[in-house]
């Protein structure tokens, strides 16, 4: 059963740990892992996001070798998981996807490592996602999201709050988290 939520891994604007905006690169554990999250958590679609040729190269390979290489006979639940997965330029370019897909543009919900004023909590977001309208979830990779990416989404989720002050996640970890969260059975 497939939902009308999707998922983008951006990694272009993000910024490094200088605060520089900046193309992280993509990890190739990344796209499997999370493929197999969305398609566990009946997420519709999953995006990779980057501006860059060869890395987009790169996920093209990941997602051939799984889909008619040897890998599909190898692996079918991951060739299952790899066929929600499309590589686009950029964000907007995914919401443009999803608009032409499902008829309308989805509402934004960035995910961060810290609060904002737009914040919400995870129950609210749940009871927001029972709604039949598009939704895109948002993970930055790097040091997080370029700010207009923040400023411009309708939703920002609270933060994953640990028991310290460390708080730097893996990106898979983290939309394993908050796919639960928001998605898993209660």
């Not at 919401?95 to 609060?115: L, M, N, Y």
């Not at 908050?178 to 998605?183: G, P, S």
Request: aromatic share 6%; with cysteine.
């Amino acid at each position: 059963m497939q939902s009308n939520i999707h998922l983008a891994l951006v990694h272009f604007p993000v910024y490094n740990k200088a605060k520089e905006i900046v193309s992280s690169s993509v990890t190739t554990l990344d796209v499997h892992d999370i493929a197999r999250i969305c398609r566990t958590f009946a997420i519709d679609s999953f995006y990779v996001v980057t501006p860059l040729k060869t890395q987009q190269e790169l996920v093209g390979k990941i997602i051939d070798h799984w889909l008619t290489g040897h890998g599909a006979e190898y692996n079918p639940t991951r060739k299952e998981a790899l066929l929600l997965t499309r590589i686009k330029n950029s964000l907007q370019d995914v919401v443009e996807d999803i608009r032409d897909r499902c008829g309308q543009a989805p509402k934004t919900v960035i995910t961060a490592a810290k609060s904002y004023p737009q914040s919400i909590g995870y129950e609210s977001m749940r009871q927001k996602l029972q709604k039949a309208e598009p939704t895109l979830l948002v993970f930055g990779t790097g040091w997080g999201l370029e700010k207009s990416i923040i400023q411009r989404a309708d939703f920002v989720l609270s933060p994953i709050e640990g028991r310290s002050d460390f708080n730097h996640l893996p990106v898979r970890a983290a939309i394993a988290i908050i796919a639960d969260r928001l998605l898993g059975n209660r």
